[in-house]
């Protein structure tokens, strides 16, 4: 009797060392005596001891810190630049078999891929064009990593970081662009000024008397404020004039 009770003792211990446990976020690579033996789901899993193994993978997406890596740009530029992958484990058995270590594989794989791809854009397309850039990176990853059961789905490029001096100059740059433009929209409005003005004296001189509304207007608006001189100023046709009949007044 000692002896079954000994035995079922034992049963239920190498029961419950053999029970494995699979969270709804994880799946099981199941090995017997070191073969595949396919997936476990999740649950409870028995795994027997010595002949068994199972290797637990987490499939929700992870986010790899891309650290800064030096890089030149197509146009001859150093710059550094950092990012972040997020990704996720689409075949647990492919991750395991595949690869040693994927986690160590994709943040590898991601530095050479960002390398490689600002080397192939200016650094204004770098500056600029950061979405498709990013775009372009995960489309390369993505690819080469599938055959790891890996799934990319997406790359921030974080940082462009470019040397002091360079900020310098791209500072001087972008100002003399504004004053540029700001000198070009100046012209614009001087341009359009001037035809305009041009126009309204065609206007006053084909008009009869519209020279001498715009006079009066004008000075209207000047006598409103009495803190305003007027000074008139009158041809020398109308002096003379004038002269002439204070000498016949005199006569």
């Known amino acids: 009797m000692h002896g079954f009770v000994t035995i079922i003792g034992v049963v239920i211990f190498i029961l419950l060392i ?26 409870w899993r028995i795994v027997i001891p010595v002949f068994q193994s199972m290797r637990k993978i987490d499939i929700r997406t992870k986010a790899v810190d891309v650290p800064d890596q030096e890089a030149i740009t197509k146009d001859n530029i150093p710059v550094r630049i950092n990012a972040v992958i997020y ?7 492919k991750a395991v078999l595949e690869v040693e270590n994927f986690f160590w594989a994709m943040s590898q794989m991601a530095q050479t891929t960002m390398r490689n ?17 990013s775009e372009r990176i995960q489309i390369v990853i993505d690819k080469a990593s599938d055959p790891w059961g890996v799934k990319v789905e997406s790359v921030e490029l974080k940082d462009v970081i470019i040397p002091e001096n360079l900020k310098r100059t791209i500072s001087k740059e972008a100002e003399a662009e ?7 929209i100046k012209a614009d409005g001087d341009r359009i000024a001037a035809t305009n003005l041009a126009a309204a004296a065609k206007m006053l001189q084909t008009q009869p008397g519209a020279m001498h509304l715009r006079t009066l207007q004008a000075v209207n608006d000047l006598s ?28």
């Not at 990704?87 to 058995?93: L, T």
């Not at 791809?117 to 850039?133: C, F, H, N, S, W």
């Not at 020398?236 to 016949?248: D, M, N, Q």
């Open 87 to 93: 990704y996720r484990i689409s075949d647990a058995g």
């Open 224 to 251: 409103s404020d009495q803190s305003n001189t007027t000074i008139w100023m009158l041809p020398i046709e109308v002096l003379e004039a004038a002269k002439a009949v204070g000498k016949l007044a005199q006569k």
């Open 18 to 43: 053999s029970l494995k446990q699979i969270n709804q976020y994880e799946r099981g690579v199941m090995f017997t005596m070191g073969k595949f033996v396919g997936l476990k789901q999740p649950g």
């Open 117 to 133: 791809a600002v080397g192939e854009v200016t650094l204004d397309e770098l500056l600029q064009k950061r979405d498709a850039i």
């Open 178 to 184: 504004r004053e540029k433009r700001a000198v070009i």
